[in-house]
């Protein structure tokens, strides 16, 4: 399939959670070839970091359900590559369980931090990244999931 272009992303600094994997590693790959720098963050570090050397960018560990985790991600981002354009907050889970009146309390409480929590905390940490930089367009795009595993 071919894909249109996006502009030209040359210069632009680009955050993907979620990026050790599936649809944030296809992300980080399509962003690269548009020529933004990549920094994928996730909690897989293995993974995460190999999609990151692929696409000639920088690993960070980030749990996105953790306030504090996203302040020193998005910090060293600014420190490290300067500026923060683009944030993909696709990192996300599911709990796998296909019967919601099986859910845990637990279930229902990581899916919530992650899926939830994590993509407000990736919103205000990349506008706070926005407010402080001399950027004049921000890009936001976000993948939310459902619940429930499938049906
Ligand atoms: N693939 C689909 O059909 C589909 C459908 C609906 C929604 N989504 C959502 O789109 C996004 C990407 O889906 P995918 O199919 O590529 O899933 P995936 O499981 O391949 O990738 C999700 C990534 O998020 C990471 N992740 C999980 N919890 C995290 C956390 N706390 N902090 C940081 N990273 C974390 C995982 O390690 C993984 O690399 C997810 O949010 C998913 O829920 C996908």
């Known amino acids: 399939m071919t894909l249109p272009p996006f ?6 600094v680009a955050l993907v ?12 790959v399509r962003l690269a070839a548009e020529g933004a720098t990549i920094v994928v963050a996730d909690v897989q570090e293995a993974a995460g970091a190999k999609v990151a050397a692929d696409v000639g960018g920088r690993f960070v560990t980030l749990d996105v359900a953790d306030p504090a985790a996203w302040r020193v991600a998005v910090d060293g981002i600014l420190a490290t590559e300067g ?17 919601v009146r099986s859910l845990t309390d637990e279930q229902v ?15 205000r940490a990349a506008a706070a990244a926005h407010a402080v930089e001399v950027v004049e367009a921000a890009s936001l795009i976000v993948c939310s999931a459902p619940l429930r595993s499938s049906g």
């Open 7 to 12: 502009e030209d992303l040359t210069g632009t």
């Open 17 to 28: 959670t979620g990026g050790a994997s599936g649809i944030g590693a296809a992300t980080a």
């Open 109 to 123: 409480e990581r899916v919530l931090g992650v899926n939830v929590r994590g993509v407000i905390y990736g919103v």
């Open 83 to 99: 500026r923060l354009d683009i944030a993909h907050l696709n990192a996300g889970l599911m709990t796998g369980e296909s019967d």
